[in-house]
């Protein structure tokens, strides 16, 4: 199975952070952060945001841009976050015509995914949430997301719908805040274009066993998407892949392959301080070898050990390979 990598475009751009809002290094033109993610050998997709990255303004110029450096747009992220009007929730929003908005915003988003080939979007709900006890009414907020979710899937059925969860941040407290919870959002939902996007960082702050995870979106058909990077569970770090849970990496990549994962392999890296290429392509050189390791493991022999259940026996076959 060809393994497809893709890398966010605002890795390359200034990454603040929220004591250095204008970032560690100059930021870049959307154009100059394609052409930089071109540079990287074995990147064939570039993630972007609507509508921060690419906008209805910038469109025939990001379009050029991939084409010129042969890229594919890997996915569409929406940004229902990064604006004003959302600080209040965006898809459950008590207030309605918010959520027309963010309805609004999404189709659009949709839209421009269909025009640069990527054919889904990411929907990260990091203002549908909430930061104090009696401060929203759960049943509602539920079922708002349901409906504003149905409105954006039913859209257009040629276009997959990706909600990514995460525990927290913005908000103290996110709906959307684990594997389990978006599988049943998008059972409710009910349509066959709308799944789940795992951020490996984001499942490791919900204390998550990624693989697991996987598993049991991918046994309900509703893996569509995946964001590598690392952290060290308390925070959403972003950090190089496998820089602190390589263990749990060899397990999820063999799970990748065991469930016939065919999407993207995206990095959802921030670099703040690091060279953002040199991150990027020992993510990928990080990945690749892992396969590599699985490949020289055998998967058939991966199967007979885990249907032992010598946690041991396992672990020192493994331990055998990587330190002999």
């Known amino acids: 199975m060809e393994i497809k990598f893709s890398a966010g475009v605002w890795a390359f751009d200034g990454c603040g952070d929220r004591f250095l809002l204008s970032g560690y290094r100059d930021g870049k033109p959307v154009v100059e952060r394609i052409k ?63 959520r027309g908005e963010a309805v609004t915003l999404a189709q659009r988003g949709m839209d421009v995914a269909a025009r640069l080939g990527a054919n889904q ?105 995946f964001h590598f990077n690392d952290n060290y569970r308390s925070w959403d770090d972003d950090l190089l892949v496998g820089s602190v849970h390589l263990v749990e990496y060899i397990e999820l990549l ?22 953002p290429v040199q991150v990027c392509r020992e993510s990928i050189a990080t990945l690749k070898g892992i396969l590599n390791l699985i490949e020289r493991l055998g998967i058939n022999k991966l199967d007979e050990l885990i249907a032992k259940g010598d946690a041991i026996a396992t672990l020192s076959f493994i331990r055998q390979h990587i330190l002999p």
């Open 254 to 275: 063999y799970w990748l392959q065991k469930v016939g994962y065919d999407g993207w392999y995206s990095l959802d890296v921030f670099p703040y301080r690091e060279d």
């Open 36 to 98: 930089e993610a071109a540079s990287i050998p074995g990147l064939s997709g570039v993630e972007l945001n609507y509508p921060a990255d690419v906008t209805d303004a910038n469109l025939d110029e990001v379009e050029e841009a991939l084409k010129a450096n042969n890229l594919q747009a890997s996915i569409i992220g929406v940004d229902h976050s990064g604006q004003r009007r959302w600080q209040f929730g965006s898809l459950a929003a008590a207030d309605a015509s918010i």
């Open 121 to 225: 979007v990411n929907i990260w709900l990091g203002q549908d949430g909430f930061d104090y006890c009696f401060q929203v009414d759960y049943l509602k907020s539920w079922r708002w997301l349901v409906e504003s979710l149905k409105e954006i899937a039913g859209y257009r059925g040629d276009v997959r719908v990706c909600v990514e969860y995460k525990p927290k941040e913005p908000r103290t407290h996110a709906f959307i805040n684990n594997a389990a919870k978006a599988l049943l959002l998008v059972q409710e939902v009910g349509l066959d274009n709308i799944g789940v996007t795992i951020d490996v960082g984001h499942s490791l702050n919900a204390g998550e066993n990624v693989a697991e995870a996987l598993a049991l979106l991918a046994g309900h058909g509703k893996m569509f998407h």
